[in-house]
């Protein structure tokens, strides 16, 4: 095991348990809807191209032919 490899086995959980923390945080500050409204636009980037493929999938490629 390399440096990088103690260093991301170290530093990895801290840093995943400090935004699990944040997360709950920002949930109690404020109401719920602006909460998931802010971070459907931060994480828009991840999960959007995915739903786009799906719905293309679905809406143009396995549609029924008339």
Known sequence: MNKFDAYV????????ILFLSYLIFDYFATNPNAFWNKWVKKTLWIWLPFYGLR????????????
Not at 9 to 16: E, K, N, V, Y
Not at 55 to 66: A, N, T
């Open 9 to 16: 086995l170290i530093f990895g959980p801290f840093i995943f």
């Open 55 to 66: 719905r293309l999938i679905r809406e143009v490629i396995l549609e029924k032919k008339k």
